[in-house]
């Protein structure tokens, strides 16, 4: 199949993408310590991603009540917004265009990780979950720990948690950010919300579909108010359960949540779609619905192959096409698809989360030019 699509230009509600490749956000684990702060080698990193259309950052914690993992990055600090301009201007310099991705982790935490309880929408603790921190494991490995049980979120921790997006948002544009993407996705704190099996509130964000929609809906056209609709954009995941997010209301309250977000007249939603090799497959209705209901770019990310990509392109179902694990390990990745070069794999999986040098990071080989 000729990805005529997967080449083509667009334009992602005034920014112009020169392909429609997407790199995915993922987490690496590479901010320096103490602080959590983004640096060179994290400039570097994205910087060789720049020939995709657009980049996510990997998701970043809005405070540190909002970290999950051990090193990830923030966007709360001076030091922080300081240190994402590093990679902003190196992406721009190499011609690419890049959103950051706000992140709130809910109950997904450990005490282990940031010295705090996790809050949540409701005291229930995510079975069969586990975070990871750093503690001096052979090969400088993640170690894995339990999460801990979180407490119900007051009113005011709503309230401030909202302020803490609108925040990250002004601060990632301040860092020189193209725009933002809030996570709602993955079983973290905003998909907590959305679901009936995490959200046993009695109150306005609890209860119905359209409250437990509430929290996404108020952080969303904050943050839009706050840098502009063209700037914001939401990821969701109504085909993930991971986490211990099985909730059998989930899929018409993403499509209530599509038709609200798209009264808000934001960029874009993304699409976050099962990526293993066996997972269950989004039905054509369900992105059928999806582009009626919602009026602005569509992304969809998740283990597809550039021609099943260019497949949903061509039928109008989606306009950008997500890739994470291939972006990994190939910087110059749309180069290397219309080369029909070979693809480097993963080199170490040791390195996936977390390393202090350049290795099985910034180290994979771009295509060789004769």
């Known amino acids: 199949m000729a990805l005529t699509k997967m080449y083509s230009s667009y334009d992602l509600g005034g920014i112009e993408l020169k392909n429609r490749f997407l790199m995915a956000p993922m987490t690496r684990s590479r901010a320096s310590q103490p602080g959590d702060v983004p640096n060179a080698l994290m400039a570097e990193y994205y910087a060789q991603r720049a020939s995709a259309g657009i980049i996510i950052s990997e998701a970043t914690q809005v405070s540190l009540q909002g970290m999950g993992y051990a090193r990830t990055p923030g966007i709360y600090s001076s030091e922080q917004i300081a240190g994402w301009k590093l990679t902003t201007d190196a992406v721009h310099k190499a011609g690419g265009k890049i959103f ?28 069969k979950t586990s975070v990871y921190i750093f503690d001096g494991a052979p090969n400088g490995d993640a170690t894995f720990v339990p999460v801990d049980e979180p407490r119900a979120m007051t009113q005011d921790e709503i309230d401030n948690v909202i302020a803490e997006f609108v925040q990250g948002a002004k601060n990632a544009m301040s860092a020189g950010f193209d725009g933002v993407e809030i996570h709602g996705a993955n079983g973290y704190l905003i998909d907590q919300f959305l679901r009936s099996n995490s959200n046993h509130r009695t109150d306005q964000y609890g209860g119905s579909q359209q409250n437990r929609i509430r929290l996404l809906l108020e952080i969303t056209q904050a943050v839009a108010d706050a840098i502009g609709r063209d700037k914001t954009g939401v990821r969701l995941s109504p085909f993930i359960s991971f986490k211990d997010m099985n909730d059998p209301e989930i899929l018409q309250t993403i499509m209530l949540a599509a038709a609200e977000l798209n009264k808000l007249s934001i960029n874009y939603i993304h699409l976050c779609e099962a990526d293993w090799d066996d997972a269950p ?24 192959t550039p021609e099943e990509g260019e497949q949903l392109l061509q039928e109008n179902l989606v306009d950008l096409i997500g890739f994470g694990r291939n972006f990994l390990t190939n910087p110059d990745y749309p180069i290397k698809v219309k080369a029909r070069a070979d693809m480097n794999q993963i080199s170490d999986s040791h390195t996936l989360f977390g390393g202090g040098d350049a290795r099985g990071y910034t180290d994979y080989p771009f295509m060789r030019v004769e």
């Open 100 to 127: 950051l991705q706000l992140w709130h982790v809910g109950r997904v935490s450990s005490a282990k990780v940031n010295g705090l309880q996790p809050i949540a929408p409701s005291a229930l603790k995510a079975q």
């Open 281 to 304: 497959q989004i039905p054509s209705d369900f992105r059928r619905q999806l582009r009626s209901t919602f009026k602005n770019t569509i992304i969809a990310t998740g283990n597809k």
